[in-house]
Protein backbone atom coordinates (compact mmCIF):
# COMPACT_ATOMS: atom_id res chain seq x y z
CA UNK A 1 0.00 0.00 0.00
CA UNK A 2 1.07 3.63 -1.00
CA UNK A 3 1.81 5.24 2.21
CA UNK A 4 3.59 7.98 4.17
CA UNK A 5 4.30 7.05 8.00
CA UNK A 6 5.29 8.99 11.01
CA UNK A 7 6.24 7.90 13.78
CA UNK A 8 5.95 8.58 16.97
CA UNK A 9 2.21 9.38 16.78
CA UNK A 10 1.95 11.09 20.51
CA UNK A 11 4.53 12.73 21.96
CA UNK A 12 5.13 14.44 25.30
CA UNK A 13 8.42 16.14 26.01
CA UNK A 14 10.21 18.49 28.14
CA UNK A 15 11.92 21.76 27.17
CA UNK A 16 15.35 20.99 25.87
CA UNK A 17 14.94 17.51 25.49
CA UNK A 18 16.39 16.76 21.74
CA UNK A 19 13.91 14.33 20.09
CA UNK A 20 13.35 13.15 15.94
CA UNK A 21 9.77 12.49 14.52
CA UNK A 22 10.64 10.20 11.62
CA UNK A 23 8.81 10.28 8.04
CA UNK A 24 9.20 7.39 5.60
CA UNK A 25 7.23 7.20 2.43
CA UNK A 26 7.23 3.94 -0.20
CA UNK A 27 6.14 5.69 -3.59
CA UNK A 28 9.91 6.79 -4.77
CA UNK A 29 8.42 10.21 -4.17
CA UNK A 30 11.52 12.89 -4.52
CA UNK A 31 9.95 15.48 -3.11
CA UNK A 32 8.89 15.58 0.81
CA UNK A 33 8.20 18.31 3.15
CA UNK A 34 7.05 18.93 6.90
CA UNK A 35 4.10 21.01 7.70
CA UNK A 36 2.77 22.12 11.60
CA UNK A 37 -0.81 22.84 11.74
CA UNK A 38 -2.04 24.82 14.72
CA UNK A 39 -5.56 26.76 15.33
CA UNK A 40 -6.07 29.50 13.82
CA UNK A 41 -2.95 28.94 11.93
CA UNK A 42 -4.02 26.58 9.37
CA UNK A 43 -0.80 24.35 8.16
CA UNK A 44 2.44 25.96 7.70
CA UNK A 45 5.51 24.84 5.54
CA UNK A 46 8.38 23.63 7.89
CA UNK A 47 11.21 22.16 5.78
CA UNK A 48 10.95 20.67 2.22
CA UNK A 49 13.64 18.62 0.30
CA UNK A 50 13.47 18.48 -3.54
CA UNK A 51 15.67 15.37 -3.40
CA UNK A 52 18.50 13.13 -1.51
CA UNK A 53 21.11 15.70 0.15
CA UNK A 54 18.71 18.89 -1.28
CA UNK A 55 16.74 20.54 1.49
CA UNK A 56 15.27 24.47 2.08
CA UNK A 57 13.48 26.35 4.25
CA UNK A 58 9.93 26.68 4.38
CA UNK A 59 8.08 29.47 5.91
CA UNK A 60 8.60 28.82 10.02
CA UNK A 61 12.17 26.30 10.11
CA UNK A 62 13.18 28.01 13.44
CA UNK A 63 13.84 25.61 15.54
CA UNK A 64 13.98 22.88 13.33
CA UNK A 65 16.21 20.80 11.42
CA UNK A 66 15.85 17.99 8.76
CA UNK A 67 18.11 15.62 6.74
CA UNK A 68 17.50 13.86 3.48
CA UNK A 69 20.19 11.19 3.34
CA UNK A 70 17.84 8.71 1.34
CA UNK A 71 15.01 8.72 -0.63
CA UNK A 72 12.78 7.59 1.20
CA UNK A 73 13.16 9.49 4.27
CA UNK A 74 12.61 12.85 5.83
CA UNK A 75 13.12 13.07 9.80
CA UNK A 76 12.28 16.11 11.63
CA UNK A 77 14.81 17.08 14.07
CA UNK A 78 13.70 19.04 17.28
CA UNK A 79 17.38 20.08 18.92
CA UNK A 80 16.20 21.84 21.63
CA UNK A 81 12.30 22.10 21.80
CA UNK A 82 10.36 24.84 23.81
CA UNK A 83 6.55 24.80 24.45
CA UNK A 84 5.86 27.18 21.54
CA UNK A 85 6.21 23.51 19.02
CA UNK A 86 3.63 22.48 20.66
CA UNK A 87 1.46 21.83 17.48
CA UNK A 88 0.27 18.73 14.98
CA UNK A 89 2.78 17.98 12.41
CA UNK A 90 2.73 16.66 9.15
CA UNK A 91 4.81 14.91 6.84
CA UNK A 92 4.10 14.99 3.09
CA UNK A 93 5.34 13.56 -0.20
CA UNK A 94 5.10 14.33 -4.03
CA UNK A 95 6.36 12.82 -7.01
CA UNK A 96 9.27 14.94 -8.75
CA UNK A 97 10.84 18.03 -7.74
CA UNK A 98 8.44 20.60 -6.96
CA UNK A 99 5.10 20.77 -5.30
CA UNK A 100 2.74 20.64 -8.20
CA UNK A 101 2.25 17.44 -8.11
CA UNK A 102 -0.25 15.64 -5.58
CA UNK A 103 0.63 15.54 -1.72
CA UNK A 104 0.55 12.67 0.22
CA UNK A 105 0.53 13.07 4.15
CA UNK A 106 1.37 10.79 6.63
CA UNK A 107 -1.20 10.56 9.54
CA UNK A 108 0.46 12.95 11.70
CA UNK A 109 2.08 13.28 14.96
CA UNK A 110 0.73 15.51 17.65
CA UNK A 111 3.54 16.86 20.22
CA UNK A 112 3.63 18.54 23.58
CA UNK A 113 6.59 20.36 24.76
CA UNK A 114 5.74 20.96 28.57
CA UNK B 1 3.14 36.30 -1.08
CA UNK B 2 -0.01 33.81 -1.96
CA UNK B 3 -2.80 34.02 0.42
CA UNK B 4 -5.20 31.51 0.46
CA UNK B 5 -9.06 32.41 2.19
CA UNK B 6 -11.54 29.68 2.68
CA UNK B 7 -15.22 30.80 3.10
CA UNK B 8 -17.08 30.09 5.46
CA UNK B 9 -14.98 28.72 8.21
CA UNK B 10 -17.69 26.70 9.69
CA UNK B 11 -20.85 25.46 7.91
CA UNK B 12 -24.13 23.40 9.16
CA UNK B 13 -26.50 21.47 7.06
CA UNK B 14 -28.74 19.17 6.63
CA UNK B 15 -28.64 15.53 5.62
CA UNK B 16 -28.98 15.80 1.98
CA UNK B 17 -28.31 19.43 1.11
CA UNK B 18 -26.10 20.26 -1.41
CA UNK B 19 -23.39 23.04 -0.77
CA UNK B 20 -20.39 25.17 -1.69
CA UNK B 21 -17.26 25.09 -0.36
CA UNK B 22 -15.38 28.42 -1.52
CA UNK B 23 -11.42 28.85 -1.52
CA UNK B 24 -10.23 32.21 -2.87
CA UNK B 25 -5.84 33.16 -4.15
CA UNK B 26 -4.55 36.25 -4.56
CA UNK B 27 -1.94 35.36 -6.88
CA UNK B 28 -3.61 33.44 -10.08
CA UNK B 29 0.21 32.13 -10.84
CA UNK B 30 -0.58 28.60 -9.66
CA UNK B 31 0.06 25.20 -11.17
CA UNK B 32 -2.69 23.85 -9.30
CA UNK B 33 -5.41 23.78 -6.70
CA UNK B 34 -5.72 20.66 -4.32
CA UNK B 35 -8.68 20.37 -2.05
CA UNK B 36 -8.23 17.99 1.26
CA UNK B 37 -10.09 16.96 3.85
CA UNK B 38 -9.31 16.37 7.85
CA UNK B 39 -11.26 14.49 9.94
CA UNK B 40 -10.38 15.33 14.04
CA UNK B 41 -7.02 14.50 14.90
CA UNK B 42 -6.39 12.82 11.89
CA UNK B 43 -4.24 13.93 8.68
CA UNK B 44 -5.16 15.25 5.17
CA UNK B 45 -6.78 13.02 2.60
CA UNK B 46 -6.50 14.40 -0.74
CA UNK B 47 -10.54 15.01 -2.77
CA UNK B 48 -9.11 16.43 -5.50
CA UNK B 49 -6.52 18.00 -7.82
CA UNK B 50 -7.32 20.44 -10.61
CA UNK B 51 -4.14 21.21 -12.73
CA UNK B 52 -3.86 25.12 -13.62
CA UNK B 53 -4.92 24.38 -17.30
CA UNK B 54 -7.93 22.29 -16.08
CA UNK B 55 -11.38 24.15 -14.62
CA UNK B 56 -12.96 21.24 -12.94
CA UNK B 57 -12.54 17.59 -12.14
CA UNK B 58 -15.67 15.40 -10.49
CA UNK B 59 -14.93 12.23 -8.22
CA UNK B 60 -18.25 10.96 -7.09
CA UNK B 61 -20.54 13.26 -5.27
CA UNK B 62 -17.49 15.74 -5.23
CA UNK B 63 -16.94 18.54 -8.12
CA UNK B 64 -14.30 21.34 -7.82
CA UNK B 65 -14.14 24.07 -10.09
CA UNK B 66 -10.87 26.41 -10.95
CA UNK B 67 -11.63 29.91 -12.06
CA UNK B 68 -7.43 31.16 -12.01
CA UNK B 69 -7.93 34.48 -13.33
CA UNK B 70 -10.82 35.74 -10.79
CA UNK B 71 -8.36 33.58 -7.85
CA UNK B 72 -11.04 31.20 -6.73
CA UNK B 73 -11.64 27.88 -6.77
CA UNK B 74 -14.84 25.84 -5.40
CA UNK B 75 -15.74 22.82 -4.10
CA UNK B 76 -19.53 21.16 -4.71
CA UNK B 77 -20.89 18.34 -2.59
CA UNK B 78 -23.91 17.01 -3.65
CA UNK B 79 -26.47 14.93 -1.72
CA UNK B 80 -24.60 15.90 1.50
CA UNK B 81 -24.43 12.81 4.36
CA UNK B 82 -23.21 12.72 8.09
CA UNK B 83 -20.33 11.16 6.98
CA UNK B 84 -19.26 14.43 4.50
CA UNK B 85 -18.70 16.01 8.17
CA UNK B 86 -14.91 16.89 8.21
CA UNK B 87 -12.77 19.98 7.47
CA UNK B 88 -12.00 20.68 4.38
CA UNK B 89 -9.17 22.48 2.95
CA UNK B 90 -7.49 24.22 -0.14
CA UNK B 91 -4.17 23.92 -1.14
CA UNK B 92 -2.28 26.19 -4.10
CA UNK B 93 0.21 24.95 -5.63
CA UNK B 94 3.10 27.22 -7.17
CA UNK B 95 6.60 27.13 -5.99
CA UNK B 96 5.66 26.53 -2.46
CA UNK B 97 2.23 25.00 -1.05
CA UNK B 98 0.14 27.40 0.60
CA UNK B 99 -3.28 26.19 2.64
CA UNK B 100 -6.78 28.06 3.13
CA UNK B 101 -7.40 27.47 7.06
CA UNK B 102 -10.20 25.16 5.88
CA UNK B 103 -13.81 25.03 6.20
CA UNK B 104 -15.76 22.90 8.95
CA UNK B 105 -19.16 21.12 7.68
CA UNK B 106 -20.80 19.27 9.46
CA UNK B 107 -23.89 17.43 8.08
CA UNK B 108 -27.05 16.70 10.71
CA UNK B 109 -28.72 13.72 10.06
Known amino acids: EAQVTQNPRYLITVTGKKLTVTCSQN?????MSWYRQDPGLGLRQIYY???????DKGDVPEGYKVSRKEKRNFPLILESPSPNQTSLYFC?????????????FGPGTRLTVL | KQEVTQIPAALSVPEGENLVLNCSFT??????LQWFRQDPGKGLTSLLL?????REQTSGRLNASLDKSSGRSTLYIAASQPGDSATYLC????????FGAGTRLTVKP
Open chain 1, 92 to 104: ASTKGQSSYNEQF
Open chain 1, 27 to 31: MNHEY
Open chain 1, 49 to 55: SMNVEVT
Open chain 2, 27 to 32: DSAIYN
Open chain 2, 50 to 54: IQSSQ
Open chain 2, 91 to 98: AVLSNDMR
